[in-house]
């Protein structure tokens, strides 16, 4: 049997399509998606980016893989070549497995035999890397007594903490199953399907029963299970879901996963999760995990979920926060949770065919994904803030490199997403210039669409089946065309505009009806007929809901899906936080073709504030500019906001000028965030994330410093420090002491003269008065705790 006959060719291999299973009468879901090697895109938006991903990011990737020893593991394991394991984390291996599956996916829309062989030679790699009976996992192999510390000294003993055993072979099933359907060969799937079952004579009932420690293993036996047929590995991947209740939220481990109604832990493993608990559910009808998903969903929606797509507000585990909890600056956002994130939402609308999905699963695909990596295709951001004083910068790789390899591996699947059926209903659910070959009812019908979506809402949709006859086209009506940025009450327009969207056929109203958020055209269809949709393409101002404290008093701004933030580039003085939004003048667009590689601009007015004291500011008037949020980031390092002040107490009012203000800062750790010592912003705590900080890391036990060294010579007599403290999961606490030194007419570091109590209290200014000195420079010595290390959120010098 073919390859294209075992499962069809979405990302995740999402449909049961072989005859002889479907025959046994095995569920799955009730909307087939359309293989993405069906659509061929050739817009100005999504062919670039799927052609550099093929270009530029898998090749930079594997580059990265070899010089950063990742596939020297499997040469050590295989023993091909001699050595230790000589990367940061277990899971490295996974970065392999990714990119085998990106390429895979790349090469049967653009074939590469150079490529392709590079993908074998890597498959030959892991092939000897795996033992006997089947385990893949090169830091135990390479030295089985003394693998990584997070591995445990036996198998699977530290899977349910960080061994990431199972995690890796989720990602092996990933790729194997992507790879056979590329290729055809069996080269990679043979050492997958090994692989799998060993784990099913492992685990099971009456055999082990840990819960995995980070997901992915489910829904790569469910893939297993579509390629292969063996009902043991659909087994499998519902055994592990429901052994989990014995640990941690922080892998969903607390409850059963029936009894889960709130999102919580990890973002990356909660949705690899719940995409699991969509596919179990599809196929075995269970009830239950429907209803735990559903809830789970709705509290996302509800409390958690970011303007622009991200999710996971918490850099402390990666993941989801309290309800409403939803920093900007501090907002961690990982890219893998937005793509989890569209896995998880398009299994949903699979499930259940309602448009909502699709508005969440299209606001983090044009937001929140993309702003992962760099407009180059060669730099990635782990984390996706929504504000930024300039810390924040894209890197070519990391030690940790999920989400490059995760980007290297979903980019290509993108036109999968654009079409789905179910019976004589064909659903239109992205607008993208392309021509897609399908069949609805046995019948061949090929349907192009002409446009120039994200920037303009006209789409024209042509219909050209092999014979005239009857079927349904379902159109989604984006939320955000319906007076709805998001579903639920999270977020809201400021105003309603009243343009409807107009839909035609051959140029005459269309008659449809709304069906669960698609405009359902009902008709026989013959060749040439074209369907016509204009969705409003205004610049709508969004509010949060009132429970969100780090949005008060501001809005975002968005057009069509495009959500939208200002960058310093665009400010006459390289100042963005400081702006406060004339919401009351029109903001106009223009499309830029030589700007961040063709952006549509939206204008306006604002004022700027500047601090003249500490209480006191002036403002003048100033033009603002904003750009795609994606697109940031990619002119340099500066300040960036997506939230927009509406009124002066919501802005940044640049700094006073003050002694600190003025000098320049020194230290004996050097960091991005340096700055913060005095840009006088006012923390809410000590352990305030959406205040700049700076911090000595992983500097413990010892004696750091920072220093100012002013403009001119003054007289001091007082200063005061507010200390940073991430307890109690951060390595930073209040120093154990410190002092403050002067530098003295002969150049010398003296400590000054009778100081008061030099205070270590938390949440709270620490001030200290001291005797008179006259001097160029301070600077401020500090010892830290024995096990931590420290940091300061603003120092002041009077």
Avoid at 201 to 208: A, C, E, I, K
Avoid at 617 to 636: D, L, Q, V
Wanted: glycine share 8%; proline share 5%.
């Amino acid at each position: 049997m073919s390859a294209k006959l075992i499962f069809s060719s979405t990302l995740l291999g999402l449909m049961l399509t072989a005859p002889d299973l479907m025959a046994q009468g095995k569920g799955d879901y009730p909307i087939q998606p359309i293989p993405f090697t069906d659509v061929r895109v050739n817009d100005g938006f999504w062919a670039p980016r799927i052609k550099q991903n093929h270009d530029v990011t898998i090749p930079i990737a594997l580059e990265q893989c070899y010089k950063t020893g990742r596939v020297d593991n499997f040469l050590f394991a295989g023993k091909l070549k001699q050595g230790k394991f000589c990367t940061q984390f277990p899971f490295d291996d996974t970065d392999i497995y990714k990119i085998i599956e990106g390429a895979s996916y790349s090469l049967q829309t653009s074939p590469d035999k150079a490529l392709e062989a590079k993908v074998d030679t890597l498959i030959y790699y892991i092939g000897k890397a795996q033992e006997p009976d089947g385990y893949l996992y090169t830091t135990r192999t390479i030295d089985p007594e003394h693998p990584h510390e997070w591995s445990g000294k036996k198998r699977w003993e530290k899977e349910s903490e960080l061994s990431h055993e199972l995690y890796n072979c989720g990602h092996l099933y990933e790729a194997a199953s992507a790879h056979y359907l590329a290729t055809g060969k069996r080269s990679l799937l043979d050492i997958a399907t090994k692989n799998a079952d060993l784990l099913c004579s492992v685990f099971g009932p009456g055999r082990r029963s840990d819960a995995p420690g980070h997901q992915i293993v489910e829904m790569g036996l469910v893939k297993m299970y579509r390629v292969t047929g063996k009902k043991q590995y659909l087994d499998l991947a519902k055994f592990f879901l429901d052994c989990r209740g014995k640990g941690s939220d922080y892998s969903q481990d607390n409850k059963k996963v029936v009894d889960q109604t709130e999102a919580v832990g990890h973002a990356v493993r909660a949705t690899y999760m719940y995409s699991g608990m969509a596919d179990i559910a599809a196929i075995t009808g269970d009830k239950a995990y429907l209803h735990a998903i559903d809830a789970i969903w709705n509290d996302v929606i509800s409390h958690k979920y970011y303007i622009t797509g991200g999710i996971g507000s918490k850099s402390s585990n990666e993941g989801f926060g309290p309800a409403y909890d939803l920093p900007n600056m501090s907002a961690y956002n990982e890219t893998c949770a937005a793509i989890g994130n569209v896995y998880w939402n398009y299994r949903l609308f699979l499930l259940h065919g309602e448009a909502k999905y699709y508005d969440v699963l299209e606001r983090t695909l044009y937001n929140g994904v993309i702003s992962g990596i760099s407009l180059s295709g060669d730099h990635f951001f782990y984390p996706n803030p929504l504000e930024s004083l300039g810390q924040h910068q894209r890197s070519e790789w990391f030690g940790c490199a999920c989400c490059p390899s995760n980007i290297c591996r979903f980019i290509p699947s993108i036109p999968g997403y654009m079409y789905a059926k179910n019976g004589s209903r064909l659903y239109v659910n992205l607008f993208i210039n392309s021509t897609a070959n399908l069949s609805i009812n046995s019948k061949k019908v090929t349907v192009l669409q002409k446009t120039n979506y994200p920037w303009e809402g006209s789409v024209a949709i042509t219909v050209n089946p092999s014979s005239t006859g009857a079927f349904e086209m379902a159109i989604r009506i984006p939320g955000w065309a319906q007076n709805r940025p998001t579903p639920g009450s999270l977020y809201r327009y400021t105003t309603t505009d009243a343009t409807p969207f107009v839909l035609k056929v051959n140029g005459k109203a269309a008659k449809y009806t709304m069906q669960n958020g698609y405009a359902v055209i009902a008709r026989s269809w013959k060749k040439g007929d074209q369907v016509s949709l204009d969705l409003p393409m205004s610049v709508r101002q969004i509010a949060a809901n009132d429970s969100v404290a780090a949005d008060k008093g501001k809005v975002a701004l968005q057009r069509g899906p495009i959500v939208y933030c200002a960058e310093w580039p665009d400010s006459q003085d390289g100042h963005v936080l400081n702006l406060v939004l004339d919401t009351t003048a029109p903001l106009s667009t223009k499309f830029d073709t030589q700007k961040l590689s063709g952006i549509m601009e939206v204008t306006g007015k604002a004022k700027s504030l500047k601090r003249t004291t500490e209480n006191s500011f002036e403002e003048k008037s100033t033009s603002f500019t904003a750009i795609p949020y994606y697109a940031w980031a990619n002119r340099g390092a500066g300040e960036m906001a997506v939230w927009q002040a509406t009124s002066a107490s919501a802005s940044r009012p640049l700094a006073a000028p003050t002694i600190a203000n003025r000098s320049t800062i020194s230290a004996s750790h050097i960091t991005k965030t340096l700055v913060a010592l005095n840009d006088q912003a006012e923390p809410k705590n000590s352990n305030d994330h959406d205040v700049l900080y700076y911090h000595w890391w992983p500097m413990k036990d010892t004696t750091q410093w920072v220093q100012y060294t002013f403009d001119k010579p003054y007289e001091v007599s007082s200063s005061k420090v507010y200390w940073f403290d991430d307890s109690p999961w951060g390595g930073c606490r209040i120093p154990a002491s410190w002092k403050l030194q002067y530098l003295d007419s002969d150049n010398t570091w003296k400590d000054v003269a009778a100081p008061t109590s030099y205070g270590t209290q938390k949440d709270t200014y620490n001030k200290v008065d001291f005797a008179k000195v006259t001097t160029t420079a301070l600077r401020l010595s500090a010892t830290m705790q024995k096990e931590f290390s420290g940091g300061i959120i603003e120092w002041s010098v009077q």
